[in-house]
């Protein structure tokens, strides 16, 4: 399966700030990228498709210019939380789909975010 | 759009068998995942059902049923660190919707 690291794995911030979440494909050169965000004891909740070279498609009532993700390389897709408030704060996590789609997504380790 | 239900909370004994149930309905379907998620971890994948039957894997199996929108995850030899988050989900197109998860205790 497919490798996806993500950094930072922890990030603490002051309301109003942005913060930047990295998504890499270690191993597998991704054309696609998924972004989901956890709360405590919910499921898993896609906000978004990254496409390479593209812009992302958001899902419903997910806000694009709060949530910039940019997919420049085949490797690398980054999401921005701009101006942070306490309520982003969430567990985001995301994940690669490395061919047809009877494979998995293969998910990386996640990103705790505490907005204060 | 999909609607996916799970039970939210079981508990089992160690060396027992669970099995824990998913159903769904969909706009679109292209297969059901299984997986497992420990506190403050990834999920890992468990299993994959696209036609209907049984797939076995180890101690795990998991069953579909397209016409019934039901699925289950069934767990053997309940170890302790089976403790986890199980996630049903159901892709469309090349979007995975998640159920809220079951939270398995396993106990001694």
């Not at chain 1, 597998?28 to 898993?44: D, E, G, I, N, V």
């Not at chain 2, 999920?43 to 049984?54: H, I």
């Not at chain 2, 049903?88 to 205790?105: M, W």
Request: net charge neutral; aromatic share 12%; glycine share 8%.
């Amino acid at each position: 399966g497919a490798v996806v690291s993500q950094h930072p794995s922890w990030v603490i911030c002051k309301s109003g700030t942005s913060v930047k979440i990295e998504c890499r494909s270690l191993d597998f050169q991704a054309t696609t990228m998924f972004w989901y965000r956890q709360f405590p004891k919910q499921s898993l909740m896609l906000m978004a498709t990254s496409n390479e070279g593209s812009k992302a498609t958001y899902e419903q009532g997910v806000e694009k210019d709060k949530f910039l993700i940019n997919h420049a390389s085949l490797t690398l897709s980054t999401l921005t939380v701009t101006s942070a408030h306490p309520e982003d704060s969430s567990f985001y996590i995301c994940s690669v789909q490395p061919g047809t789609t009877e494979e998995t997504q293969y998910f990386g380790p996640g990103t705790r975010l505490l907005v204060l | 759009g999909q609607n996916i239900d799970q039970p939210t909370e079981m508990t089992a004994t160690e060396g027992a068998i669970v099995q824990i149930n998913c159903t769904y309905q969909t706009s679109g379907f292209n297969g059901l995942f299984w997986y497992q998620q420990h506190a403050g971890e990834a999920p890992t994948f468990l299993s994959y059902n696209v036609l209907d039957g049984l797939e076995e894997k180890g101690r795990f199996s998991s069953f579909l049923s397209r016409s019934k929108g039901y699925s289950y995850l069934l767990l053997k030899e309940l170890q302790m660190k089976d403790s986890a988050s199980y996630l049903c989900a159901v892709r469309g197109g090349n979007k995975l919707t998640f159920g809220t998860g079951t939270q398995l205790k396993v106990e001694l």
